[in-house]
C-alpha cells in the first residue's frame, strides 16, 4: 500500500501561483511513477501532470502547460505541483496518485486538496 496526502491547497488570485505537496509512505516512492489529476464541480477528474519515477520524463495537460511544473525528491518521499498564472478555470480539488514503475494505472490516490481562484 502507498499512502498520499496532499498539501498546499487554497485561495488564490487570479494570476497568483500555489505549489501543491504530495507526501507518500508507505513503500519505496521511487518505484512508482506519479501524476496529479483534478475534479472541478460537476466535471469529471481529468489528467494534469505526470512524473517518471525518476523525474526524468514529465507530461502535462495541454490546458496548464507552460504555466505548472511537476516534480518530484524521492529523497523526501515527496512530489510537487507548481502553479503559476492560475486562471479560475483551474480551481478544482487536486489530487496525487502513483502508479508502479512498470505500470500505466494509478492505484493509489490521495485525498485531495480545494485549489480556489478568485477572479
Known amino acids: 500500500q502507498v499512502q498520499l496526502v496532499e498539501s498546499g491547497g487554497g485561495l488564490v488570485q487570479a494570476g497568483g501561483s500555489l505549489r501543491l505537496s504530495c507526501a507518500a509512505s508507505?513503500?519505496?516512492?521511487?518505484?512508482?511513477?506519479m501524476g496529479w489529476f483534478r475534479q472541478a464541480p460537476g466535471k469529471e477528474r481529468e489528467f494534469v501532470a505526470r512524473?517518471?519515477?525518476?523525474?526524468?520524463?514529465?507530461s502535462y495537460a495541454d490546458s496548464v502547460d507552460g504555466r505548472f511544473t511537476i516534480s518530484r525528491d524521492n529523497a523526501k518521499n515527496t512530489v510537487y505541483l507548481q502553479m503559476n498564472s492560475l486562471k479560475p478555470e483551474d480551481a478544482a480539488v487536486y489530487y496525487c496518485?502513483?502508479?508502479?514503475?512498470?505500470?500505466?494505472?494509478?492505484?493509489?490516490w490521495g485525498q485531495g486538496t480545494q485549489v480556489t481562484v478568485s477572479s
Open positions: 512524473i517518471s519515477w525518476g523525474g526524468g520524463r514529465t
Open positions: 508507505g513503500r519505496t516512492f521511487s518505484n512508482y511513477n
Open positions: 496518485a502513483a502508479a508502479a514503475r512498470d505500470g500505466t494505472q494509478y492505484n493509489y
